[in-house]
Each structure stands twice: as C-alpha cells, then as structure tokens.
C-alpha cells in the first residue's frame, strides 16, 4: 500500500490533525496500559522536531455519543505529558469556539489533545459536517490511528475530504508489515487462530489457506472444528451454524497441502469460574456436562514444535479463556513460544497483545498490532476506510 506519509509533506509551522488510538484501559482514572501511546510516540515526536503545530485526536470507550465523564481524555493527556517530557494541553471539546481559540494561540511543537471524539453522534454517522468542522482545525491531516482504520467514522475518512491526508510512523509500519505478511511471507508461514468465534475468523481462514504453509486453531473456535470431526465436546463453545463450514475448511486446507491443526487435548471444566475443578483430557473424552476451557499439554507441545522452524508466524486469538489463570497457560505457552522463534513473529488483536505484554516478552515480538479489527479485516484482505482516504505516493 503505497500511501504517502508526513515525510513526503512539509508540517514545519503547520496546524496538523493527527488521528491516533488512544483507547487504552483506565481504572479509577489512571492509565493501566499504554502501548498505544507509546506506539504513537514516534509521529508525535517526530511533528515536534518539525515545529508544526499538533492537534491530537482519538476516541475512548464506547460513550454513544454523548459526554460521559469515565470517558474523558484527562488521564491519557497527563500519561502522554509524561512520556513526551513536556506539557500537553487538553480541551473540552474536539469541535468550537474554545477549541478553534486555543489553536490559534499554538506555537511551533505545542501539543493539543482534544476531548473524546466519540461524545459526538456525528463521529461514527461520518457526518459530513463534523468532518469539515475537524478539517477547518488544522492544514494537514495525519492518519496515525490504524486500530481504528477500519471504521468509515469523521475523524478516520470524512477529514480526509477537506485536507491533505498523509499517513503516520505507526501507520506505515503496520501496512508495511502486514502488507508483506500477505503478499511476500518468508517460508514456512504459520498461522495461529485462536478466539471464541469461528465467524470473526471465517474470512481470515480463508484467505489465509491460500499463504500459509501450516494453520493452527486453538481457542473456543476449535470446538467447532472438532466438532466437525464428530467429536463430542461436552458443553464447550460451539457454533452449531458453522460446523458444515468448518468442516468444507478442514477439507480445502488438506487439498491445498495446508497443514491443518487442532488441538488433541483440552483442559476441562463444569463451569468457566477460576475455582472449577479442572482436568486435562483428550479431545475423544471430554464428559457431556464439561467444556473445553483451554488447550491441554499435548496440544501446547504440538503447536509448539510446529512454530519451531517457522520463518514467519501471525497469532491473532488467545487459546482459551486467558484472563482466567487456570485457563491461561496455553496461551502464555504460545507467547513464550513466539517469543523464541527465530523468525518474524506478528501478534495481532488485543487479547493476544495483552498476553504478550503479561509474558513479559513483548520485546521478543518483531511486531505487536496495534489493531485488532482493523488487522483482521487486513488480513481478510478486505480495503479499510482509513487506509483509502489517505493520498497515494
């Protein structure tokens, strides 16, 4: 995807927009992760050393549309004040009198974070209107937010109308390197599903059997696949609707020369509660009042020696219901394993980033995504709003 980027357009002295993704979990108002700003660092820095003059943009949560005070931008303003050694003014509005006052007033490197894009309806209808009203801020508009790219929303596609639109540091990289992922993987390529449902994965399943040497699908989407092998899997996670699905899945990666894994034992409980009593069984044992909560020690061992001798490898899901410790092993065992592999290892999608990061070896990841949505729907292969509204090189 050959978009242009801030390097291929002057900023210096110029009022900038720049879209990050800046929704990033809070408790009590405080800040308890901060990839996400991390990750947005290098553009901002980046603007600073050019002495334009930056106007930054996010949502947070979901308010629907309207001002909810647990949603504000505060505690993201004092976070990124921290890590940028230096004051970042934060507005009550995104849109306004104050807010078009107070940017008149910037000088060359300030820092502006605007309020919560999202408690406007206008944000996610892509009202055009609001759009223009976000465009009229600023000279440049800068696309930094790939988590949200995905979304045809005002501040991700209807800004771009108005302004030349140029992609971030952070965008680049992401298209950069799951461009490649797509279109020229180092061999053997291996790719680990895992997650509750078969039907976020469908589409990337598919697209995916035509790259990859090796897929592995672990999670609760895989009692579907077993499912489809006419295993009994108790009370696990099932789609029903999709077993035929699955089923014609397990067939075309065998035509294609696609090894195809499953897990071959599971760790089982009653009910999914921490304080259940468990068991590691094969998947031909699983009892008709139990489920599969996690992937067993054998599946672990399989999947592992599998990525091994891979040269690339994409893990978007956990294996199991991870934020429960009893039923975080296998997904941590698939951290700890990317993390030792000696080729390029992508990890996209929250829940699988969150694993890493509590692994402690997100520094052993080539490239943490800072979108889950939007790099499923990439990796689909389908064109995301974000992404198209930017001008091409």
């Known amino acids: 995807m050959a978009k242009k980027t801030i390097r291929d357009i002057d900023v210096s002295g110029k009022r900038v927009l720049v879209r990050v993704d800046f929704n990033i979990p809070l408790d009590n108002g405080q800040v308890t992760e901060d990839n996400r700003i991390v990750t947005a660092l290098p553009t901002i820095n980046y603007l600073i050393e050019q002495k334009a003059k930056i106007i930054l943009i996010s949502h947070l949560g979901r308010p629907k549309g309207q001002v909810d005070e647990k949603y504000r931008m505060d505690p993201v303003a004092r976070r990124l004040s921290e890590l940028l050694g230096k004051e970042v003014v934060k507005l009550g509005d995104c849109v306004g009198d104050e807010v078009r006052a107070t940017i008149e007033k910037m000088q060359a490197g300030d820092v502006i974070l605007l309020e919560n894009v999202r408690f406007h309806p206008e944000e996610e209808k ?122 014609s899945m397990i067939s075309e990666a065998k035509s294609k020369g696609v090894r195809l894994l499953l897990p071959v034992d599971v760790v089982i409980a009653p009910v999914a509660a921490p304080d259940a009593e468990q068991k590691n069984v094969p998947v031909d044992r699983i009892p008709p009042e139990w489920m599969a909560l996690d992937i067993g020690a054998d599946t672990v061992a399989l999947f592992t020696e599998a990525l091994k001798t891979a040269s690339t490898i994409v893990w978007n899901g956990p294996m199991g219901v991870f934020e429960m410790a009893p039923f975080a092993k296998g997904t941590e065992a698939i951290a700890d394993a990317m993390a030792e592999s000696k080729g390029a290892t992508i990890v996209g999608g929250g829940d699988s980033v969150a694993a890493v990061i509590k692994a402690g070896v997100a520094g052993k990841i080539t490239h943490m995504s800072t979108g889950g949505g939007a790099s499923l729907e990439f990796l689909e292969g389908r064109k995301l709003p974000g992404v198209e509204a930017l001008m091409d090189k």
Not at 186 to 209: R, S
Not at 229 to 246: M, N, P, T
Request: hydrophobic residues 50%; glycine residues 10%.
């Open 126 to 247: 892509n009202d055009e209107k609001f759009a223009r009203q976000l465009a009229d801020l600023a000279d440049i508009y800068v696309n930094d937010a790939f988590g949200a790219a995905h979304r045809a929303h005002a501040s991700t596609d209807g800004v771009a109308e108005f302004l030349p639109a140029v992609a971030g540091f952070l965008m680049e990289k992401e298209l950069d390197i799951l461009g490649r992922l797509l279109t020229h993987p180092e061999h053997p390529f291996v790719a680990i599903l895992g997650g509750a449902k078969v039907t976020d994965k469908i589409a990337v399943i598919a697209n995916l059997l035509d790259k990859v040497d090796t897929m592995i699908i672990g999670g609760g989407m895989s009692n579907t696949f077993l499912k489809a092998q006419g295993y009994d899997v108790g009370k696990s996670l099932v789609d029903i609707s999709k077993v035929d699905l699955a089923k």
